[in-house]
T-cell receptor, first 111, second 112 residues
Framework: DVKVTQSSRYLVKRTGEKVFLECVQD?????MFWYRQDPGLGLRLIYF???????EKGDIPEGYSVSREKKERFSLILESASTNQTSMYLC??????????FGPGTRLTVT | KQEVTQIPAALSVPEGENLVLNCSFT??????LQWFRQDPGKGLTSLLL?????REQTSGRLNASLDKSSGRSTLYIAASQPGDSATYLC???????????FGKGMKLTVNP
């Protein structure tokens, strides 16, 4: 079974803190993705990566950065957390041309 | 613009009914289409993937069909159960893209 894991299920941070969200997949997938999900807005793509050290902006990259130093690990970084970044964050991976698999999500609250 | 639409946004049915969930998409040049399920507060679980060359896929009580020419996919759930209650999302990848485009989802409630 494909497994995508995320470092935390729940996270509470203060405004201005630097936040790291980690995602690991164990199936040698090329593509990895970070989304955020908000009520009424659906899933929105923040960044994705199609190879080690490669990244592309998604639909809402502002206020975020990413890092992919190893194929199995994709990190999302909030350089200076703000209250409007309170959301559910979902990581996903996919082996071309197959199914996309999601992690369990991290519910981040910024106070 | 390439978009995915799911109507209605919510559906409530009694247990035992056979259900059809609808997904429509603009632009028939899709690469593949995937159906997901999401329980409250959880991540998405992949249900079925249909490649552009396929007409349908089946898994247990689930059957998904694809009609590219009309820009539609349906997810058929046989003999619905309360445990099927969840939000169901449809997502499409178009040729030349790496990114899934998601519909807003349909919240299904199956009442005992």
């Amino acid at each position: 079974d494909v497994k995508v894991t995320q470092s935390s299920r729940y996270l509470v941070k203060r405004t201005g803190e630097k936040v790291f969200l980690e995602c690991v997949q164990d199936m040698d997938h090329e593509n990895m993705f970070w989304y955020r999900q908000d009520p009424g807005l659906g899933l929105r793509l923040i960044y994705f990566s199609y190879d080690v050290k490669m990244k592309e902006k998604g639909d809402i990259p502002e206020g975020y950065s990413v890092s992919r130093e190893k194929k199995e690990r994709f990190s999302l970084i909030l350089e200076s957390a703000s209250t409007n970044q309170t959301s559910m964050y979902l990581c996903a991976s996919r082996k071309i041309p197959g199914e996309q698999y999601f992690g369990p999500g991290t519910r981040l609250t910024v106070t | 613009k390439q978009e995915v639409t799911q109507i209605p946004a919510a559906l409530s049915v009694p247990e035992g009914e056979n259900l059809v969930l609808n997904c429509s998409f603009t632009d028939s040049a899709i690469y593949n289409l995937q159906w997901f399920r999401q329980d409250p507060g959880k991540g998405l679980t992949s249900l079925l993937l249909i490649q552009s060359s396929q007409r349908e896929q089946t898994s247990g009580r689930l059957n998904a069909s694809l009609d590219k020419s009309s820009g539609r996919s349906t997810l058929y759930i046989a003999a619905s159960q309360p445990g099927d209650s969840a939000t169901y999302l449809c997502a499409v990848i178009w040729g030349g893209s790496e990114k899934l485009v998601f519909g807003k989802g349909m919240k299904l409630t199956v009442n005992p």
